[in-house]
C-alpha cells in the first residue's frame, strides 16, 4: 500500500457525543435494524440470563440507545417499571415507540446527556448498562451511577466487550504505526488494548464501586465481514465500534490510520471473510447497605 492509498479517506465518521454517536432518526432506525440483532443482542443476551428476578422490579438502563433490551427485561420481570437514559432524543423517540407496542409494558425514557443523571438516588432494584466503552472514566461513572440509583440489594448488570475484543484491528493499527513511524497511534494502541477490562477486572471493578456478590460470564465470539470495505461501512463499525475507537485512541478526525485498517483488511483476507473478535463479558453486583 502506498503514501497515496493510505491517504484515501474513508466516509465521513458520524458526529459523537463523548465517543458514543449522536443518533438522529436515520441514525437509530439503522441502530435498531441492524447494530441491534447482529451485535448488542450478543451482550443483551447474557445480561438477560444474569439478571435476578424479583417482584416490583424498577430498572433502569443507563446509555439505552433505542431501547434494547428492554422488552426482554419485561418479559424476564413481570411487572417491572423500566427508566432508560441516553443521549440521543431520536434513539429514545424510537425506544418508546417500541414499548407503546407492547401494552403490559411501563415504560419512561428521558434524555441525559452525561452522568449523573437526575434520577433519584436509591430508586431502582436493577441498574443496567450494554457496551460502556473501553474507557476506565466512562466504567467510572457507569458504575457509579448505578451504586448511587440502587436500592440495597439492588443488581448492577454490565456487559460489555472485554480484552481480546477488536484484537485484529489493534494488530493492523500497530502495523500501521511501525510502517509510517506514527508514533502517536504506536504509543497508544498498548494502553487501549490494556486498558480494557477482563471479565474478572469487571468484576474487581464493581466491588470497588461497593458491590457485593459478584457473578461474572464470559463468551468468545466473533462477526464477519466481507472485507475491509463491508467492515467500514457496516452500522456496527459506523454506530459504535470505529466511534469508540477514535476516541479511545485520540484519532480527531485523521483518516490516514483507519484507512491503511481498511486497505490492510482487504489485502490479507482477499480470499477470505473478515471475522472480528469479539469478547463478550457480563459482571453483575449487588449493592449492599
Same mark, same amino acid.
Given at each position: 500500500?502506498?503514501? %497515496?492509498?493510505?491517504?484515501?479517506?474513508?466516509?465521513?465518521?458520524? &458526529? #459523537? !457525543?463523548?465517543?458514543? *454517536? +449522536?443518533?438522529?432518526?436515520? =441514525?437509530?432506525?439503522?441502530?435498531?435494524?441492524?447494530?441491534?440483532?447482529?451485535?448488542?443482542?450478543?451482550?443483551?443476551?447474557?445480561?438477560?440470563?444474569?439478571?435476578?428476578?424479583?417482584?416490583?422490579?424498577?430498572?433502569?438502563?443507563?446509555?439505552?440507545?433505542?431501547?434494547?433490551?428492554?422488552?426482554?427485561?419485561?418479559?424476564?420481570?413481570?411487572?417491572?417499571?423500566?427508566?432508560?437514559?441516553?443521549?440521543?432524543?431520536?434513539?429514545?423517540?424510537?425506544?418508546?415507540?417500541?414499548?407503546?407496542?407492547?401494552?403490559?409494558?411501563?415504560?419512561?425514557?428521558?434524555?441525559?446527556?452525561?452522568?449523573?443523571?437526575?434520577?433519584?438516588?436509591?430508586?431502582?432494584?436493577?441498574?443496567?448498562?450494554?457496551?460502556?466503552?473501553?474507557?476506565?472514566?466512562?466504567?467510572?461513572?457507569?458504575?457509579? %451511577?448505578?451504586?448511587?440509583?440502587?436500592?440495597?440489594?439492588?443488581? &448492577? #448488570? !454490565?456487559?460489555?466487550? *472485554? +480484552?481480546?475484543?477488536?484484537? =485484529?484491528?489493534?494488530?493492523?493499527?500497530?502495523?500501521?504505526?511501525?510502517?509510517?513511524?506514527?508514533?502517536?497511534?504506536?504509543?497508544?494502541?498498548?494502553?487501549?488494548?490494556?486498558?480494557?477490562?477482563?471479565?474478572?477486572?469487571?468484576?474487581?471493578?464493581?466491588?470497588?464501586?461497593?458491590?457485593?456478590?459478584?457473578?461474572?460470564?464470559?463468551?468468545?465470539?466473533?462477526?464477519?465481514?466481507?472485507?475491509?470495505?463491508?467492515?467500514?461501512?457496516?452500522?456496527?463499525?459506523?454506530?459504535?465500534?470505529?466511534?469508540?475507537?477514535?476516541?479511545?485512541?485520540?484519532?480527531?478526525?485523521?483518516?490516514?490510520?483507519?484507512?491503511?485498517?481498511?486497505?490492510?483488511?482487504?489485502?490479507?483476507?482477499?480470499?477470505?471473510?473478515?471475522?472480528?473478535?469479539?469478547?463478550?463479558?457480563?459482571?453483575?453486583?449487588?449493592?449492599?447497605?
Amino acid at each position: 500500500m502506498s503514501a %497515496e492509498q493510505v491517504g484515501a479517506a474513508p466516509q465521513k465518521p458520524p &458526529a #459523537v !457525543i463523548r465517543g458514543r *454517536v +449522536r443518533l438522529g432518526p436515520s =441514525e437509530a432506525a439503522v441502530f435498531e435494524t441492524f447494530v441491534v440483532p447482529r451485535y448488542l443482542s450478543l451482550f443483551g443476551e447474557l445480561a438477560l440470563e444474569m439478571m435476578v428476578e424479583s417482584e416490583d422490579a424498577q430498572v433502569v438502563h443507563l446509555h439505552c440507545r433505542t431501547g434494547y433490551p428492554d422488552r426482554g427485561v419485561a418479559m424476564k420481570l413481570s411487572g417491572a417499571h423500566l427508566v432508560g437514559v441516553d443521549g440521543s432524543a431520536a434513539a429514545l423517540e424510537l425506544a418508546r415507540a417500541k414499548a407503546a407496542t407492547m401494552p403490559d409494558m411501563v415504560s419512561q425514557y428521558w434524555l441525559a446527556q452525561e452522568l449523573p443523571t437526575s434520577l433519584p438516588t436509591s430508586a431502582f432494584s436493577h441498574a443496567l448498562a450494554l457496551h460502556p466503552l473501553g474507557t476506565q472514566e466512562d466504567r467510572n461513572e457507569v458504575l457509579g %451511577e448505578c451504586a448511587r440509583l440502587l436500592a440495597a440489594n439492588g443488581q &448492577a #448488570v !454490565i456487559a460489555m466487550p *472485554v +480484552r481480546g475484543s477488536f484484537q =485484529e484491528l489493534l494488530d493492523l493499527l500497530r502495523e500501521y504505526a511501525l510502517k509510517y513511524d506514527d508514533n502517536a497511534v504506536g504509543n497508544a494502541v498498548d494502553p487501549v488494548e490494556l486498558a480494557r477490562p477482563t471479565a474478572e477486572m469487571l468484576g474487581r471493578e464493581l466491588e470497588g464501586a461497593g458491590f457485593d456478590f459478584i457473578e461474572l460470564a464470559f463468551r468468545r465470539t466473533s462477526i464477519r465481514f466481507q472485507g475491509g470495505r463491508d467492515f467500514f461501512e457496516d452500522p456496527i463499525s459506523r454506530l459504535v465500534i470505529l466511534p469508540e475507537l477514535r476516541l479511545e485512541l485520540a484519532l480527531g478526525d485523521r483518516e490516514e490510520p483507519l484507512t491503511y485498517v481498511r486497505e490492510a483488511i482487504d489485502t490479507y483476507w482477499s480470499d477470505g471473510n473478515f471475522d472480528l473478535t469479539v469478547n463478550v463479558g457480563c459482571a453483575t453486583g449487588r449493592r449492599i447497605g
